[in-house]
DNA sequence: GAGTGGTCTAGACCACAGC
DNA sequence: CTGTGGTCTAGACCACTCG
């Protein structure tokens, strides 16, 4: 029942293994996986042991579980996106997703500064969207995005004319690609004269800098995203405990 | 064993008196917890239960778990304040505490402004504590400290002439209060003139200003921070899973 | 009622620290 | 060797969802 070699715990083995098999998208997001009894049996362990793989897994929001329903892959739903991957929240507390205007979009090769962040080769063929955010009706946001062509097939014309405003729902829709992780760097930059204009602003004014590389479940990067924000009403969250 | 009304599990009952037992200082930072069978007898009930609440609380951070050795009350060592409360990291991404200079240490009476970060009415005797900070040698950083006087008596006299650089493990060292959690504002800021001066800038150059209130185990707030830094060579790191 | 996850218990054994 | 936390199992019962 056990390895002798490697001694991993047993129940790590089973969130490996689960792990891998969310990667591969043997189950959907928002789908249901196995019963704990089921998972047990498939993998000759006792329910407790694969409960403890399934809290683990919980934990890292990777699956969502259900008393009386079940286990089911984790969504990025609006709900998720608001309050966990996006920290922008107005200065009375207000959280609202924000809409956003595309400004431009095209694949390009990989200069020196994308492949670095992707971890691809320079020349590799990236898409790159050019867009403002919305945040309570005001221009607020200019962002540029980042993705690596070739996990994205077809992208450019895939995308609808309205660009769907939660992207990491698009990506897991379309793509079966999870976000499951990302890091995020933050400084204070002057704007820069296109950005001051996007965004209405005296030039050289003070911007909040997100520089956010997200990574999908296998660990690989699978967008680089540059977002500069005036935190004239808005703040940036962070909550450590 | 179990509670008729309220019907809060049995483990989660066990944390809340675990947590007030910690808040009340019944064990130092750093001292050992009684075993888990010790705890378990204690309370009547299984040893499993009182895993499960020791879990949840070293999942909190507020205590450390050693296989072999016990389970101790979490301290803020400078490995923990560096990457836990401190997210202020070198652009190479080398981590290092960040040394500091006194401008200013006095008490007064809270302004409305202290007042309400603070939870207390205005008026009320506060510390007020004006410090710059150096990161890599360069001043990046400044600083100003609200506390709560009551909560710190004779703060002003009791602080050594070199201001402790990790002031979170003077106030469990001194006072027996835990910072457990803090909320963090983030805003791009134009630096004022006396920052400007204080950190060799020039005037209006683009700050990060960072809002904290910390909260002790009791869930009260004991500190406003806010600071206000260059991220010329340095950035706020946030990772987000 | 049948099926799911959530709690609680009890006991066995393993891994590690320290005397 | 003893005592600690860590893993694993097995079974009972509870709470919730749905047909």
Chains 1, 2 share one sequence.
Request: hydrophobic share 45%.
């Amino acid at each position: 029942m056990d390895a002798a070699p490697g001694f991993r715990p047993l129940y790590l083995q089973v969130k490996d293994l689960l792990i891998q098999r969310l990667a591969t998208g043997a189950w959907r997001p928002g789908e249901a996986l196995p019963s704990e009894f089921g998972l047990a049996a498939e993998f000759n362990v006792s329910q407790g042991t694969v409960r403890k793989a399934l809290d683990d897994l919980a934990a890292q929001n990777l699956v969502v579980r259900h008393q009386g329903k079940g286990t089911f892959v984790a969504r990025h739903t609006p709900q998720r996106a608001l309050f966990h991957f996006f920290h922008l929240v107005a200065d009375d507390g207000a959280r609202a997703l924000p809409g956003s205007r595309v400004l431009g979009l095209k694949t390009a090769k990989a200069d020196r500064i994308e492949a670095e962040h992707l971890g691809l080769k320079p020349g590799t063929p990236v898409v790159r969207l050019k867009r403002v955010r919305l945040l309570g009706g005001e221009v607020a946001i200019f962002e540029r995005i980042v993705l690596p062509a070739a996990r994205f097939p077809n992208f450019v014309q895939r995308l609808p004319a309205d660009v769907p405003n939660e992207v990491y729902r698009y990506y897991e829709d379309v793509y079966g690609i999870t976000v499951a992780r990302a890091v995020e760097k933050l400084k204070a930059v002057a704007a820069t004269a296109e950005e001051a204009k996007a965004l209405n602003l005296t030039r050289a004014a003070p911007l909040l800098e997100i520089d956010r590389i997200a990574y999908a479940l296998d660990g690989s990067a699978v967008e680089w995203r540059l977002s500069r924000c005036s935190t004239a009403h808005h703040h940036y969250l962070s909550e450590i405990e």
